[in-house]
């Protein structure tokens, strides 16, 4: 079974920048889809950011369509989203997730394969 880990959150202050990573211990990385995903204390998981495959297409929610880049490296196995002007709403856990094909999506249940999450918080 595939695993994805995630790194690079913590803490920072409003109008900040992170940069999370993701590596996927298969070789088969290259294949599908990848996305990140957050959610906040009481409210429901949603989708951040997610790229195709090839890292041909790449689609953003609007609420961090400005602020945030996801991008993918293929010779490392690796996600990123890297995070500039964050804001105190930017506060969850992120999850990166391996989808189902090829197609990027931000729908949750494409994602069958998930990482443990990593914890962003966001002071003013």
């Known amino acids: 079974q595939v695993q994805l880990v995630e790194s690079g959150g913590g803490s920072v202050q409003a109008g900040g920048s992170l940069t999370l990573s993701c590596t996927a211990s298969?070789?088969?990385?290259?294949?599908?889809?990848m996305a990140w995903f957050r959610q906040a204390p009481g409210k429901e998981r949603e989708g951040v950011a997610t790229?195709?495959?090839?890292?041909?297409?790449?689609y953003r929610a609007d609420s961090v369509k400005d602020r945030f880049i996801i991008s993918r490296d293929f010779t490392k196995n690796t996600l990123y989203l890297q995070m500039d002007k964050m804001k105190r709403e930017d506060t969850a856990m992120y999850y990166c997730a391996r989808g189902r094909g090829a197609w990027p999506s931000l729908q949750v249940d494409y994602y069958p394969i998930w990482g443990q999450g990593i914890r962003v918080t966001v002071s003013s």
């Open positions: 298969d070789y088969t990385y290259s294949r599908y889809s």
């Open positions: 790229i195709s495959a090839d890292g041909g297409m790449a």
